[in-house]
Structures are given as structure tokens and as C-alpha cells.
């Protein structure tokens, strides 16, 4: 995104997979946060990617990252979210090459996509993809949604991305 000169940023909650991001991408902006309280100014940002990131976050928790979301989204801009979809949990020890201990959350997207409309993101495509040899039976179906915050007469969109 930014070699095609939109302003992009990443935000994570983990302090080492920020430092991992910084040391491979020095030329980009990588900051500690959570989708659930973003420290971005309403209206900020023409999009946001969600690229996995909510299959760690129980899905309770989803209504209040969709509405911070929202906020941080100038009208017009667009939310792209990719998931695990599905109905089920499953906890990780080892991962990744490393122990650890993880939840992660396969959510309908159905689901998701009833939750971006309840905080006002309008869903204006979807993609389910099955798994491919490496990934079945374990990964099950991904899924891709793209929605946007409608936008209002007059309004010019931001030119950043997180």
C-alpha cells in the first residue's frame, strides 16, 4: 500500500510481533494497541485491514472492535476482514514454532457480517475459500468480507490505512 502512496500503519497488541514488524519493515510505522481501544482520532483512517486478526479475540468481543472500527473510519472507508468461518474454538499449545497458549476463534460469516451492520459498516462483498491440500481437514473454510462506513454527500475520503 504505501509503494502505491497510501499512508499505511500497522497496529498490534503483542510487543515482540511489533518489534518483528519494525525490524523487517523499518521504512513503515508499527505501534502497540488494541482493536478494542484504538489511539486514532474519529474519522482517521480510509481503511482498515483485519488479516486474521480477530480469530484471537472471542467473539463477544467483536460488536466492541467493529464499533472502534467504525470510529476510526472516515465515511466512505472500507473494512477488509479475513477469518477462520466456522462455529468452533480451538486452544493452541505450540504454534507458529513456539509453545504458547492461544485461542482461536472460527466465527460464521453470517455472524460477522450481522455484527459490521449492527455498528454501521455496510458489507458489500464476501468470499469464502475452501482449504486447500496442506491446510484440510484442520483449517476448515476462510473467509474474506469487505465492508465500508457509507459515506456522506461532500465528504472526501482519508488516505490511510492501518
Avoid: C
Avoid at 53 to 79: D, Q
Amino acid at each position: 500500500l504505501q509503494s502505491l502512496g497510501v499512508t499505511a500503519f500497522g497496529i498490534d497488541l503483542s510487543p515482540k510481533t511489533v518489534a518483528v514488524a519494525r525490524r523487517r519493515h523499518p521504512d513503515l510505522r508499527f505501534d502497540e494497541g488494541s482493536m478494542t481501544d484504538l489511539d486514532l482520532a474519529d474519522g482517521s483512517l480510509g481503511g482498515v485491514i483485519a488479516w486474521y486478526s480477530i480469530v484471537h479475540t472471542p467473539p463477544e468481543l467483536l460488536p466492541v472492535v467493529f464499533a472502534e472500527f467504525h470510529r476510526v473510519l472516515a465515511p466512505g472507508g472500507h473494512v477488509l476482514i479475513g477469518f477462520k468461518a466456522g462455529d468452533r474454538l480451538r486452544h493452541l499449545e505450540n504454534a507458529y514454532g513456539h509453545e504458547l497458549s492461544l485461542d482461536v476463534y472460527w466465527v460464521s460469516p453470517d455472524r460477522i457480517a450481522e455484527l459490521l451492520n449492527q455498528t454501521g459498516l455496510m458489507v458489500d462483498a464476501r468470499l469464502i475459500r475452501e482449504p486447500n491440500e496442506q491446510e484440510r481437514p484442520r483449517q476448515g473454510q476462510q473467509a474474506y468480507l469487505l465492508a465500508r462506513k457509507p459515506a456522506k454527500p461532500g465528504t472526501r475520503l482519508a488516505d490511510t490505512i492501518a
